[in-house]
């Protein structure tokens, strides 16, 4: 192992120079006559540089990976009053179905508050005209016959319903549309 | 500046990445998604949808929703009358022959319904990165011939693309893997997407890659998978119940996703659960499907599938003249490939060569054009090979242990500095010793080297600020200097071979690190815990001394006493317990002294918050001693003993 002490400040300077010169090849090649240590300070920077972006990068991707997982740990813990609640529904299993049906609608409530809070509200509107930003076919239905049956194109039932607006959108809302009429 | 970019233009799905800061990325599009579907389509009112949004209508829309539109791209209309009858669009010749969509009586070219796709992927990419994408690298298969190739390059120019090149589909996933660095060697690219198949294998080497041959099945791909498990389901849930839920849209659609997931599941899993409840009622209720779906039952009921990929491979080696044994890398393409089964038979026919699968198999293709997109604009240049420092740098400090100034694998050149002190009062001098590994002991890893700072002007300990800063140039040689902040005075070493180890070395000395990690990290706490026993009691120590007289006897000689027990813990190493009870002790002591005011005669009360007189008052002495151990920059230095 090759070391070298280095007496002081002043001695410093001469020291540096030295050892520029002393560098192997690559700055050579770009110099050109007379210019090597202000293009190989350049080169230096340059590569300064490029090493600083390369840690900055590295350490945005442990961050974003931690950022990720907190997160995720958040919204899943978001979800376990309503999974507490749908354990004691089972408890009573054997009660009153009434009693019990009137237990599960109030945990998706609950269920529907936490995604609400999140920032996804539920999204169930028949009786709409079809939007591919907030709606996704499911199956062609006759429209009906009634006075306000739905005009061909429209929302006949959401057979499943979306979550979130759509510039936010979890995921659609699973409907049906009416068929043209002669069809 | 314009951004060039590179495209996976597929049947099913497309994706675009953009060679940035030296990597290729994928670019998420407008809805988030990080793959688009390939799918355009023309609504009722004149409305154009492309992509997820286009998917959902489908049903509503059969005639005007253009999915798969690349089976029929540079076609002749007589080539390709067998795929036209199987898409719900009308698919017709014009005057010349060629396919042509017709959609509500108007004729659209292949080219004109990919360059819709084309532009909604620029465009989405485009105020993703902040500036408009003007160039394209596009990729196609292996073996579209001329006419598919120039109405590809079309359909980019109508998106107003300039399309930089047309590579070929392996070709991509061999760049993406770095393979046209490597000597010559023989790759087969195995490529099972979502509806298609295609196996190629290429010669790469010597910044060339050559295709050999390519062979495939163009409808084989992940939908089959799904559909299979669909079936199995349905056909047992009508066992049972009497009903096929595959004639219920919504149950079906259920049923879809619910199959599409276990699929998923089964790669990393042996058996799932597949849970339906509510999936259809008849008169006596609700009905609900649960079932246990076990990985080797889907490799049962999806064998023939996979069994479809056996004959194009051979073909391919056949027609390359390539055995097994003569194919050095396999890449795998495809989100199929992620199937346990599927990636068994590449084994089996390659010879047991484990597959390349570190780039997601979905975007293999768009990172390998967004690289060639990025090497034909000279963004990429082999300049840029940057090293790391293969092992953590440091110091030794108080209590023998390293601590770090640069972290392992910190791209180089760098240059960090730390900030220490002494560890003793009217210290003359520091020690720097320069320390490379990744163990906690200073004995345990490396010295580099050491030297000297002397002519530190008499202080109290923790006072000094003594800049440490070290500097690793790009080509590995460590330049370490120690600079006195109060005089100014400054002494290095250089050291030209911090990065000689060889590779096994390095990752020994890592591994060593890893096994000791906890025995490590309690010795450090326990450490750590001394230092800060020992810096508590010297501020007791100073502070008595300030006080004087007025320091309380009793406290004073509570304090004494505890300060004479925290020495004797910190040379005879006691245990980390009775070191923390020592300093919780030392810190009530502590907090008692500070609030007597210098001065005042010894006989006021304990702890009595310090009425008029200057209570509040910090010496220089004080604030200097506080510094040392409250200060996070500041750290102790080694003791010198010379």
Redesign the interface.
């Known amino acids: ?6 007496p ?2 002043e001695a ?1 300077a001469a020291a540096r120079d030295a ?1 520029a010169a002393d ?2 090849a690559p700055c050579a090649e770009d110099a050109g006559p007379g210019d090597g240590s202000a293009t190989a300070e350049l080169e ?1 920077r340059w ?2 540089s ?6 900055l ?2 350490r945005y991707g442990r961050e974003v990976s931690r950022e990720r997982a907190a997160e995720r740990d958040r919204v899943a813990e978001a979800f376990l009053p309503v999974l507490d609640n749908i354990d004691l529904a089972l408890r009573h299993a054997e009660s009153d179905p009434a009693a019990i049906v009137e237990g599960v609608r109030a945990i998706r409530d609950q269920a529907l508050a936490v995604l609400a809070r999140l920032g996804y509200p539920r999204q169930e509107e028949a009786g709409v005209p ?1 939007d ?2 907030r ?6 239905v006759p429209g009906g016959d009634a006075e306000d049956a739905p005009a061909p ?1 429209w929302v006949v039932d959401v ?2 319903p979306g979550y979130g607006d759509p510039d936010r ?1 979890l995921r ?1 809302a ?1 409907v ?2 009416a068929r043209d009429r002669d069809s | 500046m314009a951004r060039a970019v590179g495209i996976d233009l597929g049947t099913t799905n497309s994706v675009i990445a953009a060679y940035e800061g030296g990597e290729s990325t994928v670019i998420p599009n407008a809805e988030g998604a990080r793959t688009t579907p390939s799918v355009v389509a023309f609504t009722e009112n004149g409305e154009r949808l492309v992509g997820q949004l286009a998917r959902r209508q489908a049903i509503l829309n059969p005639k005007g929703t253009i999915y798969s539109v690349k089976r029929f791209i540079g076609r002749k209309f007589e080539e390709v009358e067998e795929e036209a009858s199987q898409v719900t669009y009308d698919v017709v010749p014009d005057e010349h022959g060629n396919a042509r969509i017709k959609i509500r009586d108007k004729l659209y070219a292949p080219e004109e319904i990919s360059a819709m796709i084309l532009r909604k992927l620029a465009d989405d990419a485009g105020r993703n990165l902040g500036e408009k994408v003007t160039e394209a690298v596009i990729t196609v298969p292996a073996y579209f011939n001329d006419a598919q190739r120039t109405a590809t390059k079309d359909a980019g120019k109508i998106a107003g693309l300039e399309v930089l090149r047309i590579i070929n589909e392996p070709t991509a996933a061999a760049l993406a893997y770095g393979m046209d660095k490597k000597n010559h060697e023989t790759v087969l690219v195995f490529d099972l997407g979502g509806g298609t198949f295609d196996v190629s294998i290429l010669d790469v080497g010597d910044g060339v890659v050559e295709v050999r041959s390519t062979a495939g099945d163009t409808h084989l791909g992940g939908d089959d998978f799904d559909r299979r498990i669909v079936d199995y389901l349905a056909e047992d849930f009508q066992r049972e119940n009497g009903i096929d839920l595959r004639k219920d849209a919504q149950a079906l659609q259920r049923l879809f996703e619910a199959s599409e997931k276990a699929k998923v599941e089964l790669s990393s899993v042996t058996q799932t659960q597949v849970n339906l409840p509510f999936i259809t009622a008849d008169a006596n209720g609700p009905k609900h499907l649960t079932a246990t779906l076990m990985r080797s039952t889907f490799e049962q009921i999806t064998a023939d599938l996979v069994e479809r990929t056996n004959g194009p491979v051979k073909q391919a080696m056949a027609d390359a003249k390539v055995s097994a044994d003569d194919i050095d890398e396999v890449i795998l393409v495809g989100g199929s490939t992620r199937i346990p089964a599927v990636q068994n038979l590449v084994r089996r026919l390659t010879g047991g060569a484990e597959p390349n699968m570190t780039v997601n198999p979905d975007e293999v293709v768009a990172v390998g054009a967004g690289i060639q997109a990025g090497v034909l604009k000279g963004d990429v240049g082999d300049v840029l090979l940057l090293d790391v420092t293969p092992l953590s740098l440091g110091v030794e400090t108080q209590g023998g242990v390293m601590t770090r100034v640069v972290d392992r694998n910190t791209t180089i050149p760098v240059r960090r500095s730390e900030t220490f002190s002494t560890a003793t009062d009217n210290q003359p001098a520091v020690d720097v010793v320069v320390l490379q590994g990744e163990r906690e002991r200073a004995a345990d890893n490396r010295v580099l080297g050491r030297f000297q700072l002397t002519n530190i002007r008499p202080a109290p300990r923790g006072e000094p600020q003594i800049e440490v800063t070290y500097d690793v140039d790009a080509n590995g040689i460590l330049n370490v200097t120690a600079r006195d902040k109060d005089t100014g005075a400054e002494q290095g070493i250089t050291i030209s071979e911090t990065s000689n180890l060889d590779q096994s070395e390095v990752d020994r000395m890592v591994q060593e690190a890893e096994r000791n990690r906890s025995t490590d990290q309690a010795l450090r706490q326990e450490i750590d815990a001394r230092n800060e026993l020992d810096a508590l009691a010297y501020q007791v120590q100073r502070r008595l001394e300030e006080l004087g007289d007025s320091a309380p006897p009793h406290e004073r000689a509570r304090a004494e006493m505890l300060v004479a027990d925290a020495h004797q813990a910190v040379s005879e190493q006691a245990p980390i317990d009775r070191v923390r009870e020592l300093t919780g002790e030392l810190q009530g002591v502590l907090g008692g002294l500070r609030a007597v005011s210098p001065g005042t005669s010894g006989a006021d009360g304990d702890g009595a918050v310090g009425g008029g007189q200057g209570a509040g008052a910090r010496t220089g002495a004080d604030s200097g001693a506080d510094s040392g151990a409250d200060d996070a920059d500041v750290i102790d230095a080694e003791f010198d003993r010379g």
């Open positions: 192992m090759q070391t070298s002490e280095r002081g400040p410093e050892h560098r192997p230096d590569r300064r490029l090493a600083d972006l390369d840690n990068r590295k079809f591919p930003a709606h996704e076919v499911v199956a062609l194109g057979v499943r959108q659609p699973s049906t549309v």
